[in-house]
């Protein structure tokens, strides 16, 4: 299956004998498409922090109805994604089957691919970040994390800091990482979508109307998400606060949709388990989707057209030098879920110890307009728990979120949704007092510099 670098009259004669089959009329014709072959493609072995590629994996350049392999001499490649300017390519590859996957970068002008990562366990899944930056998912003790590092070498800054597996699907035009990660907890057999900024701050759920599995999102150019679930497509659009279904063809679909300049999605799809997925183009409120590659070599995944796109934004670190972090939480009654006016009376904030157990870090007070605020320790795992009167849980967090060393989060509510405004008052707790109540001192947290 693998094709090295060969003059275009060759490719021409080679490509349809060993690579399946193309849609002549496919497009974009004059717009370069790359995409993954793969012996067959497990999507959610990540949440185990397993081998998404068992059979192994090659990444293929298509242009019009000529295709070949986008690198020679690896045993396999995959997870291809495209610089802003379209003129280079991420991806992750090995080039013995024994390897480690590792994170490469090549022009597509050709060359010898440069190699980014020096990675124990496996680097995969790359994206392009602006100011010459990239984050990927690096596998540390048998589960995966995200990372961000410059695209020259040295130092990675960790981004994600609960217990499970996480993996990026993309980086969004507002300079946030889209990534995925088990839900409800660590371990959890059903993957959610969540958002962070590129120093691991703002971690949040995308949306908070949590069921089905949603993996594999991509923005498309409306600004909505879409991804795969277990009805198919769906997609975040930003006026509400739970998912769309697609009205797509039936099948089963990997996600990693890729919109074309005529607006039409580029999916993989295959009719049901037993079938490869194929690439196909489809038409949004067509019955139909039209093959624009697919063959016997396994799963054709991971669309990725080589063409110019806008720069996501910058985001410039607000992280102070700080040993903890601070939370204010503007009204724990404005929720998804229904409290009684008065009823929530105190908060419980948890984290784990070392080896995995939780613990209570402290119980503070919650005002009567639902407001509190709290220094909590850094980079670690920490969890809600409200509480009643008695003394009764009311709700508590089912998953972990974090904050950074010196992060300064301010959440709407509860479980609000990332979609919820909040109202034009000052919260009751700093009314009170604009001293956060200390949640550091039993996790051995030290503080340095104001609140």
């Given amino acids: 299956m693998r094709i090295g670098y060969a003059a275009i009259g060759i490719l021409l004669l080679a490509a349809f004998a060993l690579l399946g089959h193309v849609s002549a009329s496919s497009e974009p014709a004059a717009t370069p498409l790359l995409y993954t072959v793969a012996g067959k493609y497990d999507a959610l072995a990540w949440l185990q922090g397993q081998e998404r590629f068992p059979l192994g994996a090659q990444i293929m350049v298509q242009t019009g109805s000529v295709r070949h392999a986008l690198v020679s001499g690896f045993a396999g490649s995959a997870d291809p994604a495209a610089s802003y300017d379209g003129t280079r390519v991420l991806f992750a590859g090995k080039k013995k089957a024994t390897d480690r996957w590792q994170v490469y970068e090549v022009s597509v002008q050709g060359g010898d691919p440069r190699r980014v990562t020096s990675c124990e366990e496996d680097c995969v899944r790359p994206f392009y970040l602006p100011d010459d930056r990239l984050v990927y998912a690096r596998k540390i003790n048998g589960h ?6 410059p695209l020259a070498g040295g130092k990675a800054l960790l981004l994600t800091y609960a217990p499970g597996n996480f993996l990026p699907t993309d980086v969004l035009r507002d300079g946030r990482v889209l990534f995925e990660a088990g839900f409800p907890a660590a371990g959890g057999s059903s993957a959610e979508i969540f958002t962070v900024y590129s120093d691991g701050s703002g971690v949040e759920s ?21 991804f795969a679930s277990g009805r198919g497509l769906a997609r975040f659009t930003s006026a509400l606060a739970h998912d769309v279904t697609v009205p797509a063809p039936a099948g089963e679909y990997a996600g990693d949709v890729v919109e074309v300049p005529s607006r039409e999605w580029l999916v993989a799809w295959r009719a049901d388990s037993r079938k490869p997925f194929e690439l196909k183009r489809w ?14 070599e396994g799963d054709f995944i991971q669309p990725v057209l080589l063409a110019p796109r806008r720069l996501s934004n910058r985001h410039p670190s607000g992280l102070h030098d700080w040993a903890y972090a601070n939370l204010l939480c503007l009204n724990a009654y404005t929720s998804k879920y229904s409290f009684a006016e008065g009823s929530v ?3 419980r904030l948890h984290t784990q110890d070392r080896l995995g157990n939780e613990k209570l870090l402290g119980t503070a007070t919650v005002e009567s307009d639902g407001s509190f605020y709290l220094r909590t320790p850094a980079d670690q795992p920490l969890k809600i728990e409200l509480l009643d009167r008695s003394g009764k849980t009311l709700k508590k967090e089912a998953g972990w979120f974090w904050l950074r060393r010196g992060e300064q989060r301010v959440c709407v509510g509860c479980h609000a949704g990332p979609e919820t405004a909040p109202e034009n008052a000052v919260p009751a707790v700093l009314l009170r007092s604009t001293v956060p109540a200390d949640m550091t001192r039993s996790a051995d947290a030290t503080s340095k510099g104001g609140h």
């Fill in 283 to 296: 038409k949004l409120g067509a019955s139909t989707l039209e093959t624009v590659a697919g063959g016997a």
């Fill in 345 to 347: 009376v105190s908060v």
């Fill in 144 to 149: 995966f994390v995200i990372e961000a590092a």
């Fill in 206 to 226: 995308y949306r908070c109307d949590h069921g089905h599995a949603r993996h594999a999102g991509r923005q498309i150019e409306s600004g909505d998400i879409v």
